[in-house]
């Protein structure tokens, strides 16, 4: 258990409304991700984090902003939702160890009506 | 960019061998991972592997060539609990992992 909570885990939502999603760890890991994952696509990379007000684009960063504050946290924000945004999003850190391997939160199911 | 190919599906029958292939195009390269995802669930961390060869690891073995681009995750004696999507993802130098669209492994009694 890498300390990773995600919320919401679900929530349903309007075209144009702001969305945003939190990603919380308790053991001060510096990197952190976030990820959508769709059928056929696999996991993408959105936005990543590699400190505090550090942040960098992944490969689908348009219609997405991050920011992060303070270690624990690394918010996801969808300034107007569309329908194209609907999705898993999965946030993660990466592990201390030799491999780096990343440690995935349980995932937001997000739906843009 | 990255170009990580890994097959749709696979069928297999318990306690059987199934060995699934991934193979990669990517700017850099700094280790490939091997993720399971049961469905509704996170990814899990499999394997790593970052020197051309085999590791092994219980049921499950993970091979790289790094020449050729190529990885596999061997599972052996199958059980009805490794139905699951297997993931293969590459790392580049900056701590980004880049992923397959998966593998999704049905076992069969």
């Known amino acids: 258990d890498a300390g990773i909570t995600q919320s919401p885990r679900h929530k349903v939502t309007e075209t144009g409304t702001p969305v945003t999603l939190r990603c919380h760890q308790t053991?001060?890991?510096?990197?952190m991700y976030w990820y959508r994952q769709d059928p056929g696509h696999g996991l993408r990379l959105i936005h990543y984090?590699?400190?505090?007000?550090?942040?960098d684009k992944g490969e689908v960063s348009d219609g997405y902003s991050v920011s992060r504050s303070k270690t624990e946290d690394f918010l996801l924000t969808l300034e107007s939702a569309t329908s194209s945004q609907t999705s898993v999003y999965f946030c993660?850190?990466?592990?201390?160890?030799?491999?780096?391997?990343?440690?995935f939160g349980e995932g937001s199911r997000l739906t843009v009506l | 960019g990255q170009n990580i190919d890994q097959p749709t599906e696979m069928t297999a029958t318990e306690g059987a061998i199934v060995q699934i292939n991934c193979t990669y195009q990517?700017?850099?390269?700094?280790?490939l991972f091997w993720y399971q995802q049961h469905a509704g669930e996170a990814p899990t961390f499999l394997s790593y592997?970052?020197?051309?060869g085999l590791e092994e690891k219980g049921r499950f073995s993970s091979f790289l060539s790094r020449s050729k681009g190529y990885s596999y995750l061997l599972l052996k004696e199958l059980q009805m609990k490794d139905s699951a999507s297997y993931l293969c993802?590459?790392?580049?130098?900056?701590?980004?992992?880049?992923f397959g669209a998966g593998t999704t492994v049905t076992v069969r009694a």
């Open positions: 993660a850190i990466k592990g201390d160890r030799e491999a780096g391997e990343l440690f």
């Open positions: 053991e001060n890991h510096r990197y």
């Open positions: 984090s590699y400190g505090v007000k550090d942040t």
């Open positions: 990517t700017s850099g390269f700094n280790g």
């Open positions: 592997n970052v020197l051309d």
């Open positions: 993802a590459v790392r580049d130098g900056d701590y980004k992992l880049s």
